[in-house]
């Protein structure tokens, strides 16, 4: 079958590789429908080393963290209910030696990699969503778990911005989510978000008396460097900054340190593999079944941008988009 694989050098090839015919223990067979380019996917592939490699390589060394399709087969242990499905699959939430990886034809990963769709939706559209799905999911039970009453979501209008914001509205937890536009502020809107503020001069005022107004004292951030300098002094009292991503990274985050004595803030990062919600096998399995009873929220479906065979490669990764759509494999 044809994989794209990562070569010695971490560049990327397409390559024919035995097409996986036996599950192992745990594990499945997904005949592969598409896969999503994620930003990680690049990250991870200029830097190897970075937070322990999740994506790190199984079998003949093909790439691929989130993509969709449907089941073939299943190894011992597999609870039936995966035989045929179609599943959403981020492979790195269980890694393993025999897995092969999601850019390719057939892929053979642990059942807890995979998210079984409702049978009414296009796994297509589904191919790059539980990555954000998983890490909301994840966030969120973390911030609970110390206390935090609401939250302040940097990069609302994300693939990450709409889980969180459909995953608070579930459990009525209190967000607010910042974001550059007044268009993705509309959108957001429409989708039934109800505190959302444009980070236009004068918004940290908006935002000081709405996060204490709602005790929005945790922060994901998925911006990072001039946006955080700005709104870190309008936080209220016992804030945490919780650091996912660095679309703003080469700008450098100033604060005062006055105001960590003051407010009492933390600054510290997340990764939803060294959360409990990944890393405790059966707290992962619950939370898998939980996100299938709302996996089909229109706000947790796949941005499509333009869709490439797996021989476009190189087109596919050079893609990009001003909305956050995303380049997809078809397999």
Known sequence: MKA?????GRELEVRDIPTPATPAPGHVLIDMDASAINHGDKTFLRLPTAAGNPLALGQHDVWGASGAGRVVAVGAGVPEEYAGKQVAVYRSLDRSAESVGLWSERAHVPRTACLILPDHVRPRDYCGSLVN?????AFL???????????????GNSATGDALASLARSRNLPAIFLVRTTAARDAL???GVEHVIVTTEGFTDTLAALSNELEATAVFDGVGGDLLSTIGPTLPMNSTIYIYGFLGAAAPVSVPSVLFMMKNLTMKRFSNF??????????????????????DDP???TRIGEEFSLEQIELAMAY???DGAKAVLVA
């Not at 794209?4 to 010695?8: D, Y």
């Open 274 to 295: 060294e959360s409990r919600t990944v890393k405790e096998r059966a707290n992962l399995i619950a939370a898998l079944k939980t996100l299938e009873g709302v996996i």
């Open 299 to 301: 706000m947790l479906m």
């Open 141 to 155: 039970e973390e911030i609970v778990s110390a206390g935090h009453k609401g939250v302040i979501v940097t990069a």
């Open 189 to 191: 809107s429409r989708a």
């Open 4 to 8: 794209i694989c990562v070569t010695p």
């Open 320 to 322: 990009e988009s001003t």
């Open 133 to 137: 799905v998983m890490t909301a999911y």
